[in-house]
């Protein structure tokens, strides 16, 4: 008898971006006249730096001659971005890594899935919410027992630090979906917290590179005690525009043991080098380039792009009346629907009588109910045009 | 308490080519002049095919402009891709498959590996031995009961059909590590054992490719009854060098329930959606061309490259007096050790005195102490050199 894994049956039926891109498909097919635009999922529009596209042709053409062709590369990825990556997102803020320490990967979202791989399935998870659908769902689909940590206005959208015991937590600064940041203080009343009650933080950074202000922590082993307690996951999709691309890489400090002393980091090496078999070498080659002056300079122009849109999209919908918050320091603008409006009601309204499409806040969780998430990342003149169409809804 | 999975401490302390390049860097080493020739992991030597060199850049200059950049794909691939794949490898061969039912990955390792996440952990998992280690380890860090099924000369390394119940069957034809091949009729008699117990066969057909007799299978659903019993894996990395361009797909027919009815490609398509972000745009793009008329000469003249070392390999063997199996629809040969010598022993032998690294068959099980596995991938110059050491050392 094939037996499946029942605990699938307690999710949704379908994954949020699954279920949003269904609706406005079927929108589309009875209206295929309508001039949609895409303010929901949080892809990318502006092309590659082209220091990133530059080291992929030379990459290509390395792999077209047998005396450069690379085959299979190491599973925890190649060196050359490995100490890249020290050198620029760790060393100048002040944090030093082993580069056993760094994995790289196809992606974030890969590795927040599939980190818990190497957890147990009776630990006990903290959830915030609203959240990234990818934790909640990997963790059910585990069977794991979820506690969701309401994150509101009142607590800046960072969540209020728990009292009873956790052995697992997600955070997600600058968050997805409500573009909130934490500050080094409140993020080190995590730390503590999770070295008070030897629990995980499994710390999602994916959107470090938005943050302007620089006191706000990048990484959270800016944090003292951050490595005895935490994961960073990181992203290249939204720095560099690498979502169609599959680059990302993550962080598990070899100080950091589970309850029995196991070592997390060689845990997770013995679950890549089992299950996956390296980022392709072109993606690696790309990600790399974007660490030189170059790349640098234009992926700062990139994220100064998006978060032009996001400084519109503030002050216009501001302008209209609606409460937002985030989009300072983060590709995703959080708005109060209007008059208490449910969020998946405001979202078709949108979606029909504006056609641009949004994520209710609902698909995050119970407290993303009443607000949406607008993302940062469409072209200036679409992001615009929405606000302009939004106006005349409203 | 951070709990770890505690399965993992029933692993082997290393991934079987891990610690074989281990070994192998600990000689160079202690031997730094040591002209090393690499037969062990299987992977291969030849630039890619020229047609999919072609369509990378090509998809790589897609990203440099707005206007033809690609974000996030579908996380099952591109229909282009999927389209091609039930056009060329699938029709021909009388197999219909829909389009949701074929799932692009970054490559068949992934896929074996995960395909656990939507199976429970007790089901009874019958092994072929040896095997591929991947099969192994990530059962047992699931937790999973694994039975073996020995493969040996007597039943042509195919296995005897069990009279005991297993819930799930591994099946790998052409055969990794031992090169031997299945007949339809044989490979009937494993789905009628599926059908009869309502197991569920994942068959792995990631070397058909160097299939050079057309009356053996390429795809399990060349068998009637197969789309109700099977999951099929399949590879560009040796078909087409995609070793590090990762991209590989994998069938799950609709038609395939589990004991509940639940539908596992269902299963699937929520597993991918929730922890994997699609494969990279420009190895989907590289995938997609090796099935141009070009592509398809292109990679024809690599398979006869390599299956011409294979030859080599196997006829130089067998004049020194050794007893060897497979390369003749495979890229692997699988040899019995001179003198009932162990599998490390001679592995060892080879690697100091001829330093030529092969794999010790005991790392693919219990019942491939005896054998070593010596891989075609190498270039024709290595091959030949490799032969004329070991001659010298025998």
New interface residues.
Partial sequence: ??????N??K?SH??L??EIAQQVNTYKAEHPDADIIRLG?G??????P?AA?QA??RA??E????RT?????P?HGYDFLIDTIIQHDFLPRGIQLDHEEVFIS??A??DT??IG????T??IVGITDPVY??YV??NI?AGRTLKYIPCHVGNGFTGDIPSEHL??IYLCYPNNPTGAVITKEKLAEWVNYALRE???ILYDSAYEAFIQDDSLPHSIYEIEGAKECAIEFRSFSKTA?F????CGYTVIPKEL????G?S?NA?WN??Q???????????QRGAEAIYTPEGQQQVRATIQHYMKNAQLIRESLAFLGLTVYGGEHSPYIWVSTPDGEDSWGFFHRLLTDANVVVTPGEGFGQHGEGYIRITAFG?WENSLAAMERIKKMI
Same sequence: chains 1, 2.
């Fill in positions: 008898m094939i037996r499946t894994n029942t699938y049956a999710l379908r994954y971006f699954a999922i892809d990318v529009t502006r092309p590659l082209d596209i992929m042709h290509v053409d792999c077209a001659d047998g062709f690379r085959g299979y590369g599973e196809d992606g979202k890969s899935g599939n791989d190497i957890l147990s009776d630990n659908p990818v769902d990997t689909m052995d697992i030897k629990a995980l525009g979502t169609g691309i599959r043991k589970g309850a029995d196991t997390l845990l013995r679950r080098c089992s299950k996956f078999n390296g980022a392709s070498y072109i993606s072209t």
